[in-house]
């Protein structure tokens, strides 16, 4: 190289440190002394020298160099950087085998320079590959694989060798049964009637002993996903298939097709019901309920039919003890069992009361109730057969109380053969009246059927 080509490159060199270090240095240097210069004297006399201008210059020079230098140096270190939960690539013929002992997800650890790291995490896709490609059914180590961005990185997996079990995927056909989920979060007006899905058989894919241990596979139907469900079909899509053993655990298996459709029916069963208000505990000596009066006397109810078949009213017990004058109170009413909604929960009850006179009505014929279908039952004697009946209420009432309406009968569940005293029950047919029988017990023969 001519000595005029070094010169020129040294002079250029220098006209840059001058340009973008040196002069940018002398103009902040000249901004604090400005800065500065109004409130003291001494930074001026420091300042408007030019040797104290060159020694702050070259002062800050060598604090860029060194900063930048120290970079540069932290740059070329060598490190390493961690990656964690990296998800592994298998290749292998997937229509084929099935494979166990494989992981989903491997850590990485990147060794090299950090400049070279930083590239690497950037450009990279961290791809880690298990090549199982060409093995037969069987048990292989297989060494996992990091596809590198930069040649100058190393890496080690953990893990970096896997033992794979591969076996040969067989099929078989299984029914498809349908479950409903969070069924609670339908509208409690609402009823699930019924369900129909568009195949009823599915094929599981697997190896031969998990495809044993499975029990059923479900369409599982989820109410959470219904959109602005009201009575009558909603068509499903997209339904998914699961697969259980007998426990209840879900199988990894291959089930074609994945999802169904399914069709599901909604109805609002309904059925309406009057509301029987049950006094309970006693009254003040000498008074008797004139009239129960509410704004409410009849509830719409919701729920199975199955349920709203057993259910002719709903009972409202009313604590009246002590009660010896006109009372008004807010009821809140019970929902039966297995009813999912009632058009009223809280009704305003009016209690009169009145009066009491007792009235005694004869001759009520004993009934029998619940004898086994083997057996035959009579009265001991005629004392047995009919009774008295005391009726205690407010004197309207019992003056227009028809004796027909009075049942009294024993209930003979628990009896067999023999001679038995059982207990009279008169049943409360007008909840405004108290009702006791004259005699508790009355005495009967049970035989057996000839």
């Keep these: 190289m001519k000595p005029n080509n070094i010169k020129n490159i040294f002079v ?4 840059l440190i001058d340009r973008y270090i040196i002069v940018p240095i002398t103009k902040f240097a000249v901004k604090i002394k400005d800065a500065l210069s109004k409130n003291s004297k001494q930074f001026e006399r420091v300042f408007n020298s030019k040797s104290s201008l060159l020694i702050i210059t070259l002062i800050l020079s060598i604090g860029l160099f060194i900063a930048v230098d120290s970079k540069s140096l932290e740059m070329i270190e060598t490190s390493a950087e961690m990656l964690y939960n990296q998800p592994v690539v298998v290749q292998y013929n997937e229509e084929a085998y099935v494979l166990k002992g494989v992981p989903e997800k491997v850590d990485i650890t990147l060794i090299g320079r950090n400049y070279d790291l930083y590239l690497a995490k950037q450009i990279s896709k961290h791809e880690v590959t298990l090549d199982l490609s060409g093995l037969k059914p069987g048990v292989h180590e297989v060494a996992l694989k990091y596809k590198r961005a930069l040649d100058t990185i190393n890496y080690k997996l953990d893990p970096s060798v896997v033992t794979v079990t591969i076996y040969p995927k067989v099929s078989q056909t299984k029914t498809v049964n349908t479950d409903l989920l969070n069924t609670d979060n339908l509208d409690s007006k609402l009823v699930i009637e019924k369900t129909e899905i568009d195949r009823d058989e599915v094929i599981i894919k697997g190896s031969e002993d998990v ?26 899509t997209d339904v998914p298939l699961v697969a259980y053993d007998q426990r209840g655990n879900v199988m990894d298996v291959e089930i074609v097709p994945s999802k169904i459709n399914a069709t599901v029916t909604i109805a609002s069963p309904q059925k309406k019901v009057p509301i029987r208000f049950i006094p309970t505990g006693t009254l003040s000596f000498g008074k008797a309920i004139t009239n129960i009066e509410s704004n409410v006397n009849e509830v719409t109810i919701y729920g199975d039919n199955s349920v709203l078949d057993g259910i002719t009213s709903i009972d409202a017990p009313i604590d009246v003890s002590g009660l010896k004058d006109n009372k008004e109170i807010n009821l809140t009413l019970t929902k039966p069992v297995g009813i999912r909604h009632m058009s009223d929960v809280v009704v305003n009850v009016k209690i009169s009361v009145g009066n009491e006179t007792t009235k005694e009505f004869n001759n009520i014929d004993v009934e029998y109730e619940n004898l086994g279908s083997n057996y035959t039952v009579n009265a001991k004697g005629a004392e047995d057969q009919k ?6 209420g407010i004197k309207e009432v019992l003056d227009t109380l028809d004796p027909a309406s009075i ?11 023999g001679e038995h005293q059982v207990d009279v ?26």
């Design 407 to 417: 049942r009294a009968y024993v209930d003979l569940k628990e009896y067999g053969v």
């Design 211 to 236: 495809l044993e241990l499975v029990a059923t596979v479900k369409a599982l139907i989820d109410v959470n996903n219904f959109i602005d469900p009201k009575v009558g079909n909603l068509n499903l």
């Design 12 to 15: 250029k060199f220098g006209r």
């Design 425 to 450: 029950i008169v049943e409360r047919t007008d909840l405004r009246l108290t009702y006791v029988p004259k005699v508790k017990k009355v005495t009967l023969i049970i035989k057996n059927k000839r």
């Design 387 to 392: 009774i008295t009946v005391i009726v205690k």
